[in-house]
């Protein structure tokens, strides 16, 4: 078992930055990739940004190229998100994801909102 507690959301200007971060604890070692997902109001969850276990590869969504860095610290056994340029279409609820082999697991989400 993995849990996730997601903190850094809240409210920001649009132009303005946001860290979020991903606290994992449990069986770590069973992890391949993590990865932030977003859900808007009426919309589906999508995937933003994603890196491997070992930092190699990172994935970003077009929407997010170049405003969003996604990183990992592995001696704190957390992931983050930098967002950069933020707007008003990022409002979202974000949700980290680490993926195993055959499972994955969710944290709780937090809220991001970006005013116009």
């Known amino acids: 078992q993995v849990q996730l507690v997601e903190s850094g959301g809240g409210l920001a200007q649009a132009g303005g930055s946001l860290r979020l971060s991903c606290a994992a604890s449990g069986s770590i070692s069973s992890i391949n990739a993590w990865g932030w997902y977003r859900q808007a109001p009426g919309k589906q969850r999508e995937l933003v940004a994603a890196i491997t276990s070992g930092g190699s590869t990172n994935y970003y969504d077009d929407s997010v190229k170049g405003r969003f860095t996604m990183s990992r610290d592995s001696a704190k056994n957390t992931v983050y998100l930098q967002m950069n340029s933020l707007k008003p279409e990022d409002t979202a609820v974000y949700y980290c994801?680490?993926?195993?082999?055959?499972?994955?697991?969710w944290g709780q989400g937090t809220q991001v909102t970006v005013s116009a």
């Open positions: 994801n680490a993926r195993a082999v055959i499972i994955g697991y």
